[in-house]
């Protein structure tokens, strides 16, 4: 199964994912879907220094809308922030330095901002990383997990109470299609049993990025949930993360900016706004989120038994949080520039 998973994929990414298959698919777009202004606005976006994540903040600045930039390092932040705010010419750009791997971090910024702020409309799930040795956080979660779900999870739950103060509010988290060869696997979250697999383990916090996606969906339906795959990117995370495939797809990589399409048009357009909540987007339209025959659905049971993992991680770590902040020789907050 997984080599009928792997190679389905493989031959659909050849076709779908890549510079010509956006220019291919982009023929049928609308220009017209992003002839917005969105002043007034507010927009967090994780991970938007570089890559993805700051294309979307550079557009979204663009149309006048207020940008939370969330960046794990606070120079490249000001950098990135230094080239939005010129080329736009758009002031409303703010950096917050938090670092996605450190949970309880992350649970604390969310908090501070949800207590700082009076509204947030969109928030744009988009860091990431992969990591190709087993490494633990300080709570003792495995690094790629803490990032790409846990990170995902506490910041979304922690500011749902704010996006829905809000008008059109809407969540976007950048997954990858690389999930598609992965079965949700409730009875190992975070990737302890058999040989560790970094490729796998990242297409494995997709996976899990999706069915979280569609259980938002259910839970806050005054939220527009969607998660997307950008495609074949040539990023520097790819080139770093994935050497050998990034030299073998050479110029077939998509450009940063037709990566970055589909999130700044789930951000900005109103026509995403009018699709069902919980979808799966490629190239501005929901595609299924399994291949045929892949056997990759789950179960409401094992559904359930990730969420309620999930939550218990989650309590745990604010429980700490909470201990850590009340202590005396605590002086660590968020930062916000």
């Known amino acids: 199964m997984s080599l009928y998973r792997n190679t389905i994929w493989f031959l659909n990414g050849i076709h779908q994912y890549t510079r010509k298959g956006y220019e291919a698919a982009h023929k049928d777009c609308e220009a017209k879907d992003l002839d917005v202004s969105v ?33 794990r390092n606070k120079d490249r932040a000001e950098e990135a922030r230094s080239d939005i705010v010129s080329e736009s010419g758009n002031t409303e750009v703010y950096i917050h330095i938090v670092d996605l791997s450190q949970t309880h971090k992350v649970w604390e910024f969310a908090e501070a901002f949800r207590k700082q702020y009076s509204s947030l409309n969109v928030l744009i799930n988009n860091a990431g990383c992969m990591l190709h040795k087993r490494e633990l956080n300080a709570e003792g979660l495995e690094k790629n997990f803490a990032t790409n779900t846990m990170g995902v999870y506490i910041i979304t739950q922690t500011l749902v109470p704010l996006l829905q103060k809000s008008r059109d509010t809407r969540v976007i988290t950048v997954s990858s299609g690389g999930m598609l060869v992965q079965k949700l696997r409730a009875d190992d979250l975070q990737s302890e049993k058999g040989n560790f697999d970094g490729v796998m383990v990242y297409a494995q916090n997709k996976r899990q990025q999706v069915v979280l996606t569609q259980h938002w969906s259910k839970a806050y339906p005054s939220i527009h949930f969607s998660v997307m795959h950008p495609g074949w990117v040539d990023t520097t995370a790819v080139s770093t993360s994935m050497p050998e495939f990034h030299h073998m797809m050479g110029n077939r990589l998509r450009s940063i900016a037709q990566g970055a399409d589909t999130v700044v048009w789930l951000a900005l357009s109103r026509a995403a706004a009018q699709t069902r909540s919980g979808q799966f987007f490629q190239d501005r339209k929901p595609v299924p989120a399994h291949l045929p025959l892949a056997w990759t659905h789950s179960s409401a049971e094992d559904t359930q038994s990730f969420m309620t993992q999930l939550e218990a991680l989650a309590q745990t770590v604010q429980l700490q949080s909470d201990a850590d902040l009340t202590s005396p020789s605590s002086s660590t907050r968020p930062q916000f520039v």
């Open 39 to 71: 002043v007034g606005r507010s927009f967090m976006i994780t991970g938007a220094n570089s890559g993805i994540g700051k294309s979307t903040a550079m557009a979204i600045a663009k149309k006048g809308g207020t940008v939370h930039m969330v960046c």
